[in-house]
C-alpha cells in the first residue's frame, strides 16, 4: 500500500468544524482512502472510505482532491468525545483471494492526535 | 451481528512468564485475523495474520508466536516475556469474502493490556 503523511496533532474547540488533511501522492488507481480513529484505550474504530468522490455518513466527511493525491476528513462540529487519533490509510482494491498474501493487511501509521477544547 | 472479543482486558506478568492471549469472533465465517501491537504513545504494529485455520504469517521477528485452532479463535502466545513485549494488543478481524468496498473495513476488539515487570 502507498505511504500517507498527516499532521502529528491538531487541536479545535468544540462545536467547531475540524478538518484532517492526509497527503498521499503515491497514490494509485486502485488505492481506496479509509479513515479510522482510536479513542484512549480502545481499538480503532473505522470512520469512513472513499475512492474518487466525496462521501459522507453520520460520523464524518470525506473530501478528496480531484487528483487524488491529498484528502481531507471533515467533522463537522467537533466534540469531546471526537478527541482521538486520526488514521489514514491506503488500501489496494485488487483482489487476492486464496493466498495468505499480505494484501489483507492494514499499515497504520502514526495518525493525527485530535485534542478537543471544550 | 458480529462481536470480537479479548481477554484478559488487562494483565501483569513478570519478565521470563509465558503469555496467552485469546481472541474469538462471533457473528461471522472465515474471517481474516489480525494481531497488533501497540506500544505506549506509539502508532499499530502488525505482528501476525490470519487467512485460514492454521494458516499464519508473521510481521516482524519477535519473541511472540500466533495460533489459529479454530476458525474464529486466534491466541497470541510467549514461552518467555521481555519486558519490550509490554503493549497494548489488539485483534482485528475483516470479511475474507472477496472484496467490495463495503466489506474492506477491519474490526477491532477491546485490546488487552499488557505490562511486563
Known amino acids: 500500500d502507498a505511504k500517507t503523511t498527516q499532521p502529528n496533532s491538531m487541536e479545535s474547540n468544540e462545536e467547531e468544524p475540524v478538518h484532517l488533511p492526509c497527503n498521499h501522492s503515491t497514490i494509485s488507481g486502485t488505492d481506496y482512502i479509509h479513515w479510522y480513529r482510536q479513542l484512549p484505550s480502545q481499538g480503532p474504530e473505522y470512520v469512513i472510505h472513499g475512492l474518487t468522490s466525496n462521501v459522507n455518513n453520520r460520523m464524518a466527511s470525506l473530501a478528496i482532491a480531484e487528483d487524488r493525491k491529498s484528502s481531507t476528513l471533515i467533522l463537522h462540529r467537533a466534540t469531546l468525545r471526537d478527541a482521538a487519533v486520526y488514521y489514514c490509510?491506503?488500501?489496494?482494491?485488487?483482489?487476492?483471494?486464496?493466498?495468505?498474501?499480505?494484501?489483507?493487511?492494514?499499515?497504520f501509521g502514526a495518525g493525527t492526535q485530535v485534542v478537543v477544547t471544550p | 451481528s458480529q462481536t470480537i472479543h479479548q481477554w484478559p482486558a488487562t494483565l501483569v506478568q513478570p519478565v521470563g512468564s509465558p503469555l496467552s492471549l485469546e481472541c474469538t469472533v462471533e457473528?461471522?465465517?472465515?474471517?481474516?485475523l489480525y494481531w497488533y501491537r501497540q506500544a505506549a504513545g506509539r502508532g499499530l504494529q502488525l505482528l501476525f495474520y490470519?487467512?485460514?485455520?492454521?494458516?499464519i504469517s508473521s510481521e516482524v521477528p519477535q519473541n511472540l508466536s500466533a495460533s489459529r485452532p479454530q476458525d474464529r479463535q486466534f491466541i497470541l502466545s510467549s514461552k518467555k516475556l521481555l519486558l519490550s513485549d509490554s503493549g497494548f494488543y489488539l485483534c482485528a478481524w475483516r470479511s475474507p469474502s472477496g472484496f467490495t468496498s463495503n466489506t474492506d473495513t477491519q474490526y477491532f476488539g477491546p485490546g488487552t493490556r499488557l505490562t511486563v515487570l
Open positions: 490509510i491506503l488500501r489496494d482494491a485488487r483482489l487476492v483471494v486464496g493466498t495468505t498474501d499480505s494484501w489483507g493487511k492494514f499499515q
Open positions: 457473528g461471522t465465517s472465515n474471517p481474516n
Open positions: 490470519s487467512v485460514g485455520i492454521g494458516q
